[in-house]
T-cell receptor, first 119, second 112 residues
Framework: SAVISQKPSRDICQRGTSLTIQCQVD?????MFWYRQQPGQSLTLIAT?????????ESGFVIDKFPISRPNLTFSTLTVSNMSPEDSSIYLC????????????????FGAGTRLSVL | GNSVTQMEGPVTLSEEAFLTINCTYT??????LFWYVQYPGEGLQLLLK?????DKGSNKGFEATYRKETTSFHLEKGSVQVSDSAVYFC???????????FGKGTLLTVNP
């Protein structure tokens, strides 16, 4: 399975500021995703992080609010811009495993998440 | 469209009780089905999966069977432990894009 490191693990921010979350994977992966988990809710896909090109955003999410970078096959960042209290959530990075046993391939693995509180 | 509906929680059980968490889905085609578990303060971990009809996924005593005719993937465990206390998410992915659609999650609390 892929080992995913997400930083920071948590943060408390003031409204109007921006936070950049990093996701580092221990192996090259093709697919990387960013999800949001609002308090007491399920996970919602924000976007697919594409290596070397603009991310693909889901309905309701826009690049100006959630800019994403993916400079290579092991690293991605998500920025939450101009934050408001409504952005308080857990943000999770996930990747699809492409190596290893057949049981490990094509499985989506998640980082531990970044717990963001906006005051 | 794609959706996942799972049993609303919270669910509270005594140790060694039988667990069922219901999950049904709507999807185009034949998605893969998953159960993920989120322990307190941690990220999501894959618990088990099934990729085609009648497949049974199993792990750590948990089981779920892919039922195409009822579009269901109910999670079961014969004897729960305190350490099973967590939030359980049912999910499916369709096609080749690997995007996951999640249910709302079910909080399970197991008391000694």
């Amino acid at each position: 399975s892929a080992v995913i490191s997400q930083k920071p693990s948590r943060d408390i921010c003031q409204r109007g500021t921006s936070l950049t979350i990093q996701c580092q994977v221990d192996s090259q992966v093709t697919m990387m995703f960013w999800y949001r988990q609002q308090p007491g809710q399920s996970l919602t896909l924000i976007a697919t992080a594409n290596q070397g090109s603009e991310a693909t955003y889901e309905s309701g999410f826009v690049i100006d609010k959630f800019p994403i970078s993916r400079p290579n096959l092991t690293f991605s960042t998500l920025t939450v811009s101009n934050m408001s209290p409504e952005d308080s959530s857990i943000y999770l990075c996930s990747v699809v495993g492409t190596s290893g046993s057949p049981r490990a391939k094509n499985i989506q693995y998640f980082g531990a998440g970044t717990r963001l509180s906006v005051l | 469209g794609n959706s996942v509906t799972q049993m609303e929680g919270p669910v509270t059980l005594s140790e060694e009780a039988f667990l069922t968490i219901n999950c049904t889905y709507t999807a185009t085609g034949y998605p893969s089905l998953f159960w993920y578990v989120q322990y307190p303060g941690e990220g999501l971990q894959l618990l088990l999966k099934a990729t085609k009809a009648d497949d049974k996924g199993s792990n750590k005593g948990f089981e779920a069977t892919y039922r195409k005719e009822t579009t269901s993937f109910h999670l079961e465990k014969g004897s729960v432990q305190v350490s099973d206390s967590a939030v359980y998410f049912c999910a499916h992915s369709g096609g080749s894009n690997y995007k996951l659609t999640f249910g709302k999650g079910t909080l399970l609390t197991v008391n000694p």
